[in-house]
């Protein structure tokens, strides 16, 4: 058996899959700082952990820690701290499309796009403010905004009838709006690109886009697999 474990900003995830690589059970969510993922992983299994948050944990897991120095399938052409979670959400989309370039969109707690060139290249890409985090920059930044929640709100030219709604539109689709114009230019560079929609907030973008972007909300799990199969048959 294998652990994938992925400790993010706003929550840990822990997911089992078989030595071939299959998924077992579902996919379970955690509170940020609790440990409680460490249960029911019996000695001797291998665990694989993508420490995206940075979090301190025990000494005994620390050789599990996902790092650049470890062995990799792909040459860095992006800059050496671009993110674990980044490196692993394109290895998982590199092993559901293994031929050609694959881009990653992660709508989490900041919005990212990653390439990886058909020549294996990992080339990195933009990063933007995630949904509520735009919301929370408003507030923050002007006192007179208040704090409202991600509400899927497109744009009306018809206009709108409160402040709330106003900040609700702009941050969903300015950030929409952004999507799409990665989109366009990853495909006028790479016509063959395929592209892979993934993160919490994914899903609340994922049907306004055109078609031929695959929704997928296990990547890095796949990734944390697919580096773990690579450096065992090494």
Not at 65 to 73: A, K, M, N, R
Not at 102 to 122: F, K, N
Not at 167 to 187: N, P
Request: proline share 8%; aromatic share 8%; net charge negative.
């Amino acid at each position: 058996m294998i652990w994938a474990i992925e400790l993010g900003n706003t929550r840990s995830k822990r997911t089992q899959f078989n030595a071939s690589g299959v998924q077992l059970g579902n996919t379970e969510y955690f509170a940020v700082d609790s440990l409680e993922w460490c249960a029911e992983i019996s000695p001797g299994t291998v665990l694989r952990i993508a420490n995206t948050a940075q979090r301190s944990l025990p000494e005994s897991l620390i050789p599990c820690i996902l790092t650049p120095e470890h062995p990799w399938p792909f040459r860095r052409e992006a800059s050496p701290t671009i993110g674990m979670d980044r490196c692993l959400a394109v290895m998982g989309a590199r092993s559901l499309h293994p031929k050609g370039p694959v881009a990653v969109i992660s709508c989490g707690t900041c919005l990212t796009g990653t390439l990886l060139d058909a020549d294996q290249a990992l080339r990195g890409g933009p990063i933007s403010p995630g949904w509520s985090m735009r919301l929370q920059a408003m507030s923050d930044g002007a006192p007179a905004l208040p704090r409202v929640a991600p509400v899927e709100a497109p744009f009306t030219p018809s206009g709108t009838t409160n402040t709330e709604s106003s900040m609700q539109q702009g941050a969903y689709h300015g950030m929409l709006a952004e999507i799409g114009s990665w989109i366009a230019a990853w495909r006028q560079e790479y016509p063959d690109v395929a592209i892979f929609l993934t993160g919490g907030d994914g899903p609340a973008f994922a049907k306004p886009l055109e078609s031929g972007i695959f929704a997928a909300s296990n990547l890095e799990a796949l990734g944390i697999f697919a580096q773990y199969d690579y450096e065992k048959n090494l």
